[in-house]
């Protein structure tokens, strides 16, 4: 199984930028889908992004163009960039690692805050 830890929440003035990263560690973690999360309060927690384990990336539709998600294989760590926040983009974010062909085993980080406002 993988742990997961991330860091580099925080807080960002509407229209700035911050990012997350999660570093993964116990197993192989090229073999792992990584994505994002964010809840906020109130809210379900709901998919930010996701990579494959070959680099293809999906997105919300509320941060596309906004957003990037990236991985480093070779440190074991996956980003998320994230440009132009909004106040809404205020939430924890999780990061989430399952192995490939294995979804049903979900792994999540502890969160991290994130808070947007002027």
């Known amino acids: 199984q993988v742990q997961v830890v991330e860091s580099g929440g925080g807080w960002a003035q509407p229209g700035g930028s911050l990012r997350l990263s999660c570093a993964a560690s116990?197993?192989?973690?090229?073999?792992?889908?990584m994505g994002w999360y964010r809840q906020a309060p109130g809210k379900e927690r709901e998919s930010v992004a996701e990579?494959?384990?070959?680099?293809?990336?999906k997105y919300a539709d509320s941060v596309k163009g906004r957003f990037t998600i990236s991985r480093d294989n070779a440190n074991d760590t996956v980003y998320l960039q994230m440009n132009s926040l909004k106040p809404e983009d205020t939430a924890v974010y999780y990061c989430?690692?399952?192995?490939?062909?294995?979804?049903?085993?979900?792994?999540w980080g502890q969160g991290t805050q994130v808070t947007v406002s002027s």
């Open positions: 989430n690692a399952y192995e490939f062909g294995r979804e049903i085993l979900q792994y």
């Open positions: 990579i494959s384990i070959g680099g293809n990336t």
């Open positions: 116990g197993s192989t973690f090229s073999m792992y889908v």
